[in-house]
């Protein structure tokens, strides 16, 4: 066999032609100029997140490469490709995290290029964080290339020198206001090694969405980033996925249906996961031709599933497990097959593996669950939960968001009832916060307004001022609940609803919310009101005084922040709202920018 040190000495025009070095590392031969294109792209960012996936995307492109010369396979191999991620965690409470979601946005961009360029016939992306891969995902529905997603995988948790206790980020973001020793302590040991989230937090909720929808292989989505199999047996594996879909006509559009998303919300909300899947199952949706909303389930048909589904695993931020202890205790797959042998999954749904979604578990032969960190489905972790979608005169059109398992306190027979504090900013309420803790109160509803995907613009997460009041409350033993127009990290927990909309930037209903009215949140109706605006006088007059202020400022309320940044101003001109899934507009998403 040559080795990569050989050097061209000829030219024929068969595919007996020797390789110079870098050829031989990517698979070519001149021979091969003409043939189909295969590639490898990475998410890489900021921070630790990000710091495995180098290493991985090296292993599966030799992998590739390895597979090209040995099966003298008809592929021509291109260097790997990067787009650029950032750092949720060092981001939060910052103005820099409004291109977190930009991100997503960008990252498409970059991977519909890289494929649409290089006419890449099939793909293995290795993604980390939680907008990355769904850019990436987007961009492969889009251009409907035969591809395997591998995920980079989750952090290990960090161990508290103090006590000997597991902790995480989101442990981090909860000591803010104590002392500067224990601010430190948190910060130096919550997060070691590499890897994305390790609860079930955004990160892990969209890998086993995307594993689930069928573009990853199941037993690819709980090994910690550092596992070896990563390097060592995941990369050949993505290549048999890769070869089996290119050998059955399988493309990433015959993956994705409606019978596929379907299964995925399901298994997400059966793990409480984030409610940032709301943004991004709509996103992928859209990517591959289906509306979410009208192909897939109508809101009040995701509310019913969610009630009918118990949640299985005792994970962070509800519970006390990581996904690496999801890991040990048998993977993604044990979840998957408690959720197909009762009745929850559509088993037929075709995968990346080239089997149906029954057969990929029943070669998996998963463990029956351990009791401890996943549950069986007729003796849950609890008995209902996950997520729900609220509607009312605060969200005419649906689409309110609530993570019912992280819910804490403060409901009585399903129904919170509160007063309104209003901020026109989430730094406003993390100064308020700050400075003047005890002005809190039990049953303050916050309400953060001005932050949504054109508001802010770019829909930041707030897991700093729920993970701040998430402390207050667990101090005083009271229950303080938050709305906002904006989004939040799968590591917020409380009784906080996301995605209010129309967003108060378009001046809907949350723009006219004051100080002191009551809203009321009724999860045995699905309904989220506030009291005042019921009077049609009352709502009259605060919607003629919201339009007076925006039409003496340009059209744009003087409470939004002013945006000069390029891509900020054009996710402010474009952004689509939550329930479209929050990104940039294109002709394609709308038909036209919204107006």
């Not at 990436?136 to 591998?150: D, F, K, M, Q």
Request: charged share 20%; proline share 7%; with cysteine.
């Amino acid at each position: 066999m040559r080795n990569e040190s050989e050097t061209f000495v000829s030219i024929n025009p068969g595919r007996d032609v020797q390789r110079v070095g870098t050829a031989a590392f990517l698979g070519e031969d001149v021979g091969k100029i003409h043939d189909p294109v295969w590639a490898v792209i990475g998410n890489l960012g900021d921070s630790q997140c990000y710091l495995g996936v180098p290493q991985k995307v090296q292993a599966v492109q030799a992998a590739l490469s390895r597979r090209i010369a040995e099966d003298d396979l008809a592929v021509r191999l291109i260097p790997p490709a990067f787009t650029l991620g950032v750092s949720d965690g060092q981001l939060n409470g910052t103005p820099q995290m409004r291109f977190s979601l930009v991100g997503r946005e960008l990252v498409h961009d970059v991977a519909d290029v890289h494929l649409a360029a290089n006419s890449v016939a099939g793909l293995v992306a290795v993604v980390a964080c939680d907008k990355p891969p769904v850019g990436t995902v987007a961009a492969v529905l889009e251009n409907n290339t035969p591809a395997v997603i591998l995920s980079d995988g989750p952090i290990r948790p960090g161990i508290d020198p103090e006590t000997g206790a597991p902790i995480d980020i989101i442990s981090a973001f909860q000591v803010a206001d104590q002392d500067a020793e224990v601010r430190v302590r948190y910060a130096l040991h919550a997060c070691p090694g590499q890897g994305s989230c390790g609860g079930m937090f955004t990160y892990n909720t969209m890998q086993t969405f995307i594993a689930v929808l069928g573009l990853e292989p199941l037993h690819m989505v709980s090994p910690p980033s550092d596992d070896p199999r990563r390097l060592t047996e995941f990369p050949d594996q993505t290549v048999d996925c890769l070869l089996a879909m290119t050998k059955e006509g399988i493309r990433p559009r015959d993956i994705v249906t409606p019978a596929s998303l379907r299964n995925a919300l399901t298994v997400t909300i059966a793990m409480g996961g984030s409610t940032n899947v709301l943004l991004h199952s709509v996103e992928i949706a859209r990517a591959a031709g289906l509306d979410l909303w009208g192909d897939v389930l109508s809101q009040d048909d995701f509310n019913g599933l969610a009630r009918r589904l118990p949640v299985l695993v005792n994970m962070r931020p509800f519970g006390d497990y990581s996904m690496v202890d999801v890991d040990a205790k048998g993977g993604l797959q044990v979840i998957a097959n408690e959720l197909l042998e009762a009745g929850f999954l559509d088993g037929d749904a075709v995968t990346c593996t080239g089997e149906t979604l029954a057969q990929q578990l029943r070669r998996l032969d998963p463990p029956p669950p351990d009791r401890e960190v996943i549950f069986p489905v007729e003796k849950p972790f609890k008995d209902t939960g996950g997520l729900r979608l609220l509607r009312g005169n605060l969200a005419p059109e649906g689409g309110a968001i609530l993570k019912v398992a992280g819910v804490e306190g403060g409901v009585k027979d399903g129904v919170f009832t509160g007063r309104a504090r209003v901020f026109n900013s989430e730094r406003s309420l993390i100064e308020a916060l700050d400075r003047h803790p005890d002005s809190f109160m039990d049953n303050d509803m916050v309400v953060i307004r001005y932050e949504g995907p054109r508001g802010a613009p770019g829909m930041p997460e707030l897991l700093d001022p729920t993970s701040r009041i998430t402390a207050l409350c667990r101090q005083r033993h009271i229950t303080i609940a938050l709305m906002t127009d904006a989004r939040f990290s799968g590591g917020s927990v409380g009784l906080v609803i996301g995605h209010v909309a129309p967003e108060a930037f378009l001046g809907g209903p949350i723009a006219l919310v004051q100080d002191g009215d009551t809203v009321v949140v009724d999860l045995t109706a699905d309904r989220l009101d506030c009291v005042q605006l019921d009077d049609a006088d009352v709502l009259e007059r605060r919607a003629a005084t919201w339009q007076a202020a925006a039409g003496g400022n340009g059209g744009v309320h003087p409470d939004v922040t002013p945006v000069t940044d390029r891509v900020l101003a054009r996710m402010r001109a474009t952004a689509l709202p939550a329930l479209l899934g929050g990104g940039m507009a294109t002709p394609s998403s709308t038909g036209s920018a919204p107006a």
